[in-house]
C-alpha cells in the first residue's frame, strides 16, 4: 500500500511544499509545521527579541504536540470501540496496537 501526503503552506517567504512516501505526516511534524505558521521573527528582529520567539515557538511545538499526540490516541480509542461494537474484535485489536 503506497500513500503519499503532502503539506503546502505559503508565507511571505515563499510556498513550501512537504511530502510523506507510505505515511502521513507524525504529530512531531505536523507540530513543527504549525509552528511555522503561528510564529516568525524578522532577519532583522533584535537578538534579545529573537531568542524570546524561539523560546516562545518552543514552548508552543511542545504544547501542540501534547494535544497532537493525545488526538492520535482518543481517535484511535473511537475506532477501536467501533470496530469492537461492529463485530470485528480482531481488527480492533489491530488498531489497538498501533
Known sequence: MLSVSAGV???PAGVGVRTTSGRGFT???LAEQCVEKIIA??????PVIRDQAVAFGDRIESVILQY???VVRS???TVYNA???AGHPELAELIRRL
Open 9 to 11: 503552506s505559503v508565507s
Open 27 to 29: 504529530p512531531e511534524e
Open 75 to 77: 481517535d484511535r480509542t
Open 41 to 46: 521573527v524578522s532577519d532583522t528582529a533584535p
Open 83 to 85: 470496530l469492537n461494537e
Open 68 to 70: 497532537m499526540q493525545q
